[in-house]
């Protein structure tokens, strides 16, 4: 199976409607194919003992004598219920066991539940589920995980995403075939670490109604467990299903329908959109790596307002490939993308949006930072009397160099070697650096007389015109003598320590990089 591009929401389906559990075992069949699933991989059916879950199960264990399809089924227990949810845990593996169908099950622990608490109850839940569906599928030598998802929870999610406020392309709702996003896939396997590979996510009941599975199951002899959770009016989808859409109903009859075609239709628009939106994305995007995406600011400018938007929800798809944006979500990343550099945000689904001066970054909250210095250290005392090396944490390391009275020649200091991030060097002249110095961060009110400089600067405003990020900042750096600031890591040395040509003082290297 091919993992849909970034620049589109996945395959879509069109509104259909089976006739007989033939048709329904068809219609399953149809979508896999037209999703590109190869049907010599092992999928996993997410089956959480309702009809619509136990209706995909029953259809796949028909596709598995007539195309022979190899599936298991994978119920996750969130243990919310107590004995209900084991009685639904039971009722599964029982019908597993009668027709001789693979079955995996976890359970959430304490433990669990823990390891995801700054998330709402519904996107805890979720995540549990996920990783442990994602688990089931690489444990079984697979990559593609088969949800239960209708025609009416398509209806819901496009109803939920109007109300709140959803861009156009949030109106696509949910495709056929989609990625898991990255952030559900850590820590799902067997040493807690995310898998290197896309997970994916096909629905193909998604043409059919509920209405359709609850008629297969009847005539299959199926008994689905009853969740009464979802009949909890104080969750979002549960009241727009129970009481907003029935509403509707009594102006237009035929409002889940018109849901799912305005869906279908908003797909068709993206689609048509997506040959401006990847050529805009390959002339502003800098770099693309699994959860972290970086845009182009001088670039992103240039683009017609509409492909901004698009390019800005692309690259928040690129981390949450199901995740969506308001329009107030977009207006808000639109306003930030030209305003003030070191202004951040944080979007639904835990992505960081940060505006920089050349580059618009977008990260999962709590990511490890790509800041290029060191953490921030206590005040290090240096001694330059001897050549040394001295950890400063996070992998880095401080050198210290003496060269030798009479080893300055005409050009000057031998090259300090490449600066790039994460490696600084400066060469001094020893006896106006003075010994020892301190290794340290900025501090409020220091000032620095950059090499070259007519004379003092606040240290604040080099590093602004230096174009150092501002959550950078309090990481840069600096070496202190007792005349004041030497060096500022990665920018300039102090004009006061420069090493004099064909001066025959002694001269101290410094240099910070990541040892090894």
């Not at 003030?340 to 505006?355: D, M, Y």
Request: proline share 8%; charged share 25%.
């Amino acid at each position: 199976m091919n993992p849909p591009g970034q620049s589109t929401r996945g395959r879509r389906t069109k509104p259909g409607r089976p006739r007989g559990a033939t048709g329904l075992v068809d219609e399953v069949g149809t979508r896999l194919r037209e999703a590109g699933f190869d049907f010599d991989q092992p999928l996993v059916a997410a089956v959480s003992g309702g009809t619509d879950s136990m209706a995909l199960a029953a259809a796949l264990l028909a596709l598995r004598e007539t195309e022979r399809l190899e599936f298991l089924v994978a119920h996750f227990n969130h243990a919310l219920r107590d004995r209900e949810s084991d009685l639904d845990q039971a009722a599964v593996a029982s019908w597993c066991r009668s027709n001789r169908v693979p079955c995996v099950t976890g359970t959430a622990d304490g433990a669990a539940w823990d390891s995801v608490q700054d998330l709402s109850p519904e996107a805890r839940a979720r995540t549990l589920r996920y990783r442990f569906l994602a688990r089931a599928a690489r444990d079984a030598g697979g990559t593609v995980i088969a949800t239960g998802h209708t025609a009416d929870d398509q209806a819901e999610t496009v109803l939920l995403r109007v109300i709140r406020g959803s861009s156009p392309s949030g109106l696509s709702g949910m495709a056929l075939l989609s990625r898991l996003p990255p952030n559900l896939l850590a820590g799902s396997n067997a040493k807690g670490e995310a898998f290197p590979t896309p997970v994916l996510i096909v629905r193909p009941l998604l043409a059919l109604s509920r209405s359709d599975t609850a008629a297969f199951c009847e005539k299959s002899g199926i008994l689905p467990r009853h969740d009464p959770s979802n009949d909890d009016i104080t969750v979002p989808r549960n009241r727009t299903r129970h009481e907003i859409l029935p509403a509707l109903r009594k102006i237009n009859p035929s409002v889940s329908d018109a849901l799912v075609r305005l869906a279908a239709i908003a797909a068709d628009d993206e689609r048509y959109l997506d040959d401006a939106v990847e050529a805009a994305w390959r002339a502003t995007v800098a770099a693309e790596e699994p959860g972290r995406t970086v845009i182009n600011r001088a670039a992103f400018s240039k683009l017609h307002a509409a492909i901004q938007a698009r390019v800005l929800i692309r690259a928040y798809r690129a981390l949450l490939p199901d995740g969506y944006l308001t329009t107030a979500n977009v207006s808000e990343l639109s306003d930030l993308s030209f305003g003030r550099s070191g202004t951040t945000t944080l979007l639904p689904g835990g992505v960081r949006f940060a505006v920089r001066y050349r580059e618009l970054l977008l990260t999962f909250d709590g990511a490890p930072s790509d800041c290029p210095y060191p953490p921030e250290v206590a005040d290090t005392r240096v001694d330059l009397a001897a050549e040394s090396t001295s950890p400063l944490g996070g992998g880095y390391q401080l050198v210290v160099e003496i060269l030798p009275r009479g080893g300055i020649g005409p050009a000057g200091p031998p090259a300090d070697g490449p600066e790039s991030p994460g490696r600084y060097a400066a060469t001094f002249d020893a006896e106006s650096l003075g010994n020892p110095v301190t290794l340290r961060n900025r501090r409020p009110g220091d000032r620095f007389f950059p090499l070259g400089a007519p004379g003092e600067r606040k240290l604040q405003d080099v590093l602004v015109d230096a174009r150092i990020p501002r959550e950078w900042r309090d990481r840069v750096p600096l070496v202190a003598a007792e005349r004041g600031i030497a060096w500022v890591a990665g920018q300039r040395i102090a004009d006061w320590a420069r090493v004099i040509p064909q001066s025959r003082r002694p001269a101290v290297r410094l240099t910070i990089a990541r040892a090894g």
